[in-house]
Nanobody
Framework: QVQLLESGGGLVQAGGSLRLSCVAS????????MGWYRQAPGKQRELIAS???????RYADSVKGRFTISRENAKNTVYLQMNSLKPEDTTTYYC?????????WGQGTQVTVSS
């Protein structure tokens, strides 16, 4: 089992920045993809950024150029640097880890961007 603990959410004004962190603990696979999803009320959970163990990244079009995902494998931690935040970025953000067999989720952290 893998446990994921997110932190770093909060309230910020439009144009501001936040940095989310997610620490993985437990039986962490040697090769995995870690990512950040978000889910607004009444909508499907969407992938906004992911990073492989080797550092390969992918981003949703909605966050390209504004958000940066990074990973410290030695600390089993993934980060999401969010810049130029917009009110429409307001929602709950979830950390995810998956390997060839399993997928794990964190509890989520709330991000609120005021206009």
């Amino acid at each position: 089992q893998v446990q994921l603990l997110e932190s770093g959410g909060g309230l910020v004004q439009a144009g501001g920045s936040l940095r989310l962190s997610c620490v993985a603990s437990g039986s962490i696979p040697s090769a995995s993809i870690m990512g950040w999803y978000r889910q607004a009320p009444g909508k499907q959970r969407e992938l906004i950024a992911s990073i492989t163990s080797g550092g390969g990244t992918r981003y949703a079009d909605s966050v390209k150029g504004r958000f940066t995902i990074s990973r410290e494998n030695a600390k089993n931690t993934v980060y999401l640097q969010m810049n130029s935040l917009k009110p429409e970025d307001t929602t709950t953000y979830y950390c995810n880890l998956r390997d060839s067999l399993d997928m794990y989720w964190g509890q989520g952290t709330q991000v609120t961007v005021s206009s």
